[in-house]
């Protein structure tokens, strides 16, 4: 057996931990160029530790999802600054914009230089400045991986960067930064994560080391997501999700995604939907399709095994049939009141397209 693992340099996970961006910051340099969401209040607990670290950090909003413009304004700014390190605190946005500047400081050029499909394609050749990645939401995962996703209004299509060298060289995930997220957020990010867990974990691309991961992250997840949803508060369920995202990033980087990724890509270019919401409402479809499709060619192989091992997980029935897992999945994702494609504006006359993309993605 062959595979490779990577992930985040150095990873700090628990309740205050975001305590420590201070003194790791100004390990490695001077003045940072902080990333944040549409609500900078989000990132107070990363400007306190800065302030007692002595570091005054250059502030950038990702306010919507970004594009490649974006990232060019927030390049310029950052070598206006003179800042030598990058702080994405946020959600998915923000740390794949985060990424990408950090890469583009050090590798020249713009985003579009390195984009997939749309882009020239070429290559980071060199590290990135240094990275932290701070989440505030437990879903994308992207304190984990080494791509960014990235809107091209002008195409309609997200696409992606992908290196080695975007992985972030510190990933701080302190479970309380979540605490304030609304349940509708909860609710599309943690479905986010659940995906990533699913799709990795039945991917031809995984491993044993990214089985183990999934494996427990879709446990934590199937457990906590419910009771995040229902009560911010409840610390335990959000420090597990936390965890279960974190666990959802780490394994989709190595073992690579599925169908319901591939498709919520194609409608989240040219849709503004959540990334999340997409995914919660394909992933069952997609699931019962490939469950048919594993099934007819050999009930007994390791995929269909698979499929029945993740509904015992989910389901915590130790008799659960695939069905029963796909099932369950419908069930939560009518708990959480996902809101439906159609109520994001897509049509049936949409699919053609969305079906021509997908294919052409790397989530597949």
């Not at 609500?39 to 502030?59: K, N």
């Not at 413009?69 to 998915?92: H, K, P």
């Not at 994308?140 to 080695?164: D, I, N």
Request: aromatic share 6%; net charge neutral; charged share 15%.
């Amino acid at each position: 057996m062959l595979f490779e693992f990577a992930t985040a340099g150095r990873i700090l996970f628990g309740d205050t931990s975001i305590r420590e961006i201070g003194p790791l910051a100004k390990a490695v340099g001077r003045k940072p160029f902080l990333l944040t969401g549409s609500r900078q209040d989000r990132a107070a607990p990363v400007m306190s530790s800065l302030s007692a670290a002595g570091l005054v950090p250059q502030t950038y909003s990702v306010a919507a999802e970004p594009t490649f413009a974006t990232v060019t304004e927030a390049v310029e700014i950052a070598r206006l600054s003179d800042c030598d390190c990058v702080i994405a605190c946020g959600g998915g946005s923000v740390i794949d914009t985060g990424k990408a500047v950090a890469a583009i400081m050090t590798n020249g050029g713009t985003a579009l230089d390195y984009a997939e499909l749309i882009g020239a394609g070429q290559t980071f050749e060199r590290s990135s400045q240094p990275l932290f990645a701070v989440p505030t939401t437990a879903g994308a995962g992207a304190e984990a991986t080494g791509h960014a996703m990235f809107v091209s209004p002008g195409h309609q299509l997200k696409v992606s960067l992908r290196s080695c060298h975007l992985l972030p060289r510190f990933s701080i995930v302190d479970p309380e930064l979540s605490w304030s997220l609304p349940p509708v957020v909860t609710a599309a990010t943690g479905f986010g994560a659940l995906t990533h867990l699913i799709e990795a974990f039945l991917s031809r691309g995984g491993s044993p080391m990214t089985d183990v991961i999934c494996r427990d992250g879709l446990r934590l997840a199937a457990a906590a997501l419910p009771r995040a949803y229902e009560n911010g508060l409840d610390a335990e369920a959000r420090r597990d999700m936390a965890l279960a995202a974190l666990f959802g990033g780490i394994a989709l980087a190595n073992a690579g995604l599925g169908a319901a990724h591939g498709f919520a890509t194609a409608i989240g270019g040219a849709f503004d939907a959540p990334h999340g919401s997409l995914c919660a409402r394909l992933l069952p479809e997609v699931l019962a399709i490939n469950l048919r499709a594993v099934t007819s060619r050999d009930s007994g192989n390791r995929r269909h095994s698979r499929f029945e091992e993740m509904a015992r997980i989910l389901t915590g029935n130790p008799a659960a049939s695939a069905q029963e897992g796909i099932l369950w999945i419908h069930d939560l994702r009518s708990r959480l009141e996902i809101r439906s494609l159609s109520a994001y504006g897509v049509m049936p006359a949409d699919f053609p397209v969305f079906i021509a993309k997908a294919r052409a993605s790397g989530f597949m």
